[in-house]
């Protein structure tokens, strides 16, 4: 059985019918089809000198401001709009992510807090997914958020957030003398802070694969137990970076565009990113989701080191 026919059985073992249900029968003969998502950002603490992230030498200096009334008007999570669909389904995917991240009865995954936001092809939602999260995120009272862009093809995140940036991650795993810290961005939106992607390289699936990133990715997750970092990357069927990402992160968060990509390419994408053991997937841009329905989006995740000691 391949992966996705086996998260179907799994799925379907559960006792009551559910919007997951529904959705792993989907997944089985046709193209996935789910509702359209949205997010936002969050913001950062002040915290320790020369620390990345909380107030560091680097962030304190930059400081930028989102247009959170812009952002909501373009369909957006912020924290102070009125209630939305949208908002409470990010709510429901944030839960199970964090649940994920820091269950304290030691099931917690390994490296949860590190989420990689990835799709099979552009065009999905991506980065709409991956900024939404991090608002949800943000939201909460004792964590804070880290968004990088690691797009480096496409970066957008910054785009999106009409925000302009200079060094990022590229440059900090590419030179040794700068530090995370320097180009830390702290925004206006408590609990969120931004590592834009940085120039432009014609090796980044090395760099992204490379001991220094590995460094990088420890010495931010080390200094923040209370930080969740969102990783935005390129397609997994469009670059080669996703794999390198994979198997840095303990969960990835995998969005599918209804009624556009097919098994086919789920299939082959997920086979990019099976170096992490935790995928959840959801579906993007439903526009026929059912009458009464309290939630527009699908979502479900299986463990896929379980699903291959089942084949």
């Known amino acids: 059985m391949d992966l996705i026919e086996k998260a ?74 009125e209630p939305t669909q949208i908002a409470e389904e990010f709510r ?12 304290r009865d030691g099931s917690a995954i390994r490296d949860g807090n590190l989420i990689l936001v990835n799709s099979a092809q552009p065009s999905e939602g991506k980065t709409f997914c991956a900024i939404n999260l991090a608002m949800s995120i943000a939201a909460e009272r004792d964590l804070t958020v880290l968004l990088v862009d690691a797009d480096f093809a496409r970066p957008s995140i910054l785009k999106v957030l009409g925000i302009k940036g200079d060094k990022g991650l590229v440059d900090v795993i590419d030179d040794d ?19 834009p992607a940085g120039r432009r390289h014609n090796l980044t699936t090395e760099l992204l694969a490379s001991e220094r990133m590995r460094q990088v990715v420890d010495e931010i997750k080390m200094r923040y137990n209370d930080r969740v970092i ?23 968060l995998f969005v599918v565009e209804a009624d556009r990509t097919s098994t086919v390419q789920i299939k082959n994408a997920l086979m990019h990113l ?9 579906l993007n841009k439903n526009r026929n989701s059912e009458k009464g329905s309290m939630f527009g989006k699908y979502y479900y995740d299986y463990n896929t080191d379980d699903m291959r000691k089942q084949a």
Not at 230 to 249: C, H, N, R, Y
């Open 8 to 81: 179907a059985s799994k799925l379907r073992r559960s006792a009551d019918k559910s919007l997951v249900e529904r959705v792993a029968d989907k997944i089985e003969d046709k193209p996935l089809a789910g509702p359209r998502a949205d997010d936002r950002r969050p913001a950062e603490k002040p915290g320790r000198p020369g620390h990345p992230g909380k107030g560091g030498a680097g962030s304190e200096h930059q400081r930028v401001h989102i247009d959170l009334a812009g952002l909501s008007a373009r369909g957006f999570i912020t924290k102070d709009q």
């Open 230 to 252: 969102i990783f935005d990357s390129p397609p997994a069927l469009a670059s080669s970076a996703p794999g390198a990402l994979a198997s840095l992160v303990g969960q990835v």
């Open 274 to 282: 099976e170096s992490c053991p935790s995928v959840s997937i959801i």
């Open 177 to 195: 003398n700068i530090d995370v810290g320097d180009c830390l961005m702290r925004t206006n939106v408590e609990n969120l802070v931004l590592l």
């Open 92 to 103: 429901i995917i944030k839960r199970a992510l964090l649940n994920n991240a820091f269950r």
